[in-house]
């Protein structure tokens, strides 16, 4: 055979790996369970509204660390969306915390999505917020970050990485 068919065969398969390497990015990079209480987290939402998460005991709570820079991040946005107003009457309630660098993007961005859930900007003044966090969780290692919390304030799911509805879905239907 010719060196020909042999670099075709070889770049055949370095483009199907970079293909594979590229479409796995949107599969969990981390799912681990039971990892201990969340802690308390207390912030004012981007439309003024106080969070509180001692105030949502008894409520399953997904908590996604995320940000308006973040492509996965703006994807999983209809989701949580979707989620709350499907599932929030039954007992959940989703939080953002974003890791933007400007609150008024955060804002800006939160209100023209039309989020019908709280979400936090970090980085003024709630460092100490997310320190609690990583006490807990460890550190952020990539965004989204997303923890599902059930009714008795336990992390049982911490997800690195994009999910689609269906995912979050499943995971809290089995806590509510």
Not at 11 to 24: K, R, T, Y
Not at 31 to 49: C, H, M
Not at 132 to 147: A, F
Request: proline share 6%; with cysteine; aromatic share 10%.
């Amino acid at each position: 055979m010719s060196k020909k068919y042999y670099l075709a065969i070889a770049l055949v398969l370095v483009v199907g790996l970079a293909l594979v390497s590229w479409f796995s990015m949107e599969e969990p990079l981390q799912a681990v369970e039971n990892y201990g209480s969340l802690p308390r987290l207390v912030g004012k939402s981007y439309d003024g509204q106080k969070v509180d998460t001692q105030a949502l005991r008894g409520k399953v709570l997904i908590v996604d660390l995320w940000a308006t820079w973040c492509p996965p991040c703006r994807k999983e946005i209809p989701h949580f969306i979707a989620l709350q107003k499907a599932y929030g009457p039954k007992g959940l309630q989703i939080i953002g915390l974003s890791m933007d660098n400007e609150e008024a993007q955060h804002t800006q961005f939160a209100k023209s999505q039309g989020l019908n859930y709280p979400s936090i900007f970090l980085p003024n003044g709630h460092q100490k917020l997310l320190d609690d966090l990583m006490k807990v969780i460890g550190p952020v290692e990539g965004i989204p970050t997303t923890l599902i919390v059930d009714r008795q304030g336990k992390i049982v799911t911490k997800h690195v990485g994009y999910a689609d509805q269906a995912f979050f879905e499943a995971q809290i239907k089995k806590l509510l």
